[in-house]
Nanobody
Framework: VQLQAYGGGMVHTGGSLRLSCAAS????????IGWFRQGPGGGRELLGY?????????????TYAESAKGRFTISRDNAANTVYLQMNSLKPEDTGVYYC????????????????WGQGTLVTVSS
């Protein structure tokens, strides 16, 4: 699978951005897609992931890291084979390069679980 993340840019504190992750190849409905952030000089932090779940009404489950809960929302458009990351109330500490990644695991809670990565898109939040 090939992934392309885009939609980054510069916003002021309190602003919003929506990032997109377009996949080519396998349908995303069969994959777990995660969003990561890499801040200046830091490691790649998992923000959340969306995966297939046959036990939920919509067939999906989304899990968020504590740092993303309440401000970030991950959604999918299966027809467009695209996953989104809606980011609200952005803070300067949200600055970084954002990556999407794909995993064949249903629960993919660490970076090591992901074998396919997009190229990253830069988000800059100014104070």
């Amino acid at each position: 699978v090939q992934l392309q993340a885009y939609g980054g840019g510069m916003v002021h504190t309190g602003g919003s951005l929506r990032l997109s992750c377009a996949a080519s190849g396998p349908k995303i409905i069969t994959l777990t897609i995660g969003w990561f952030r890499q801040g200046p000089g830091g490691g790649r932090e998992l923000l959340g992931y969306t995966s297939r779940d046959d036990f939920t009404r919509d067939g999906l489950t989304t899990t968020y890291a504590e740092s993303a809960k309440g401000r970030f929302t991950i959604s999918r458009d299966n027809a467009a084979n695209t996953v989104y990351l809606q980011m609200n109330s952005l803070k300067p500490e949200d600055t970084g390069v954002y990556y999407c990644a794909a995993s064949g695991l249903t629960r993919a809670s660490t970076r090591l679980n992901y074998g396919y990565w997009g190229q990253g898109t830069l988000v800059t939040v100014s104070s």
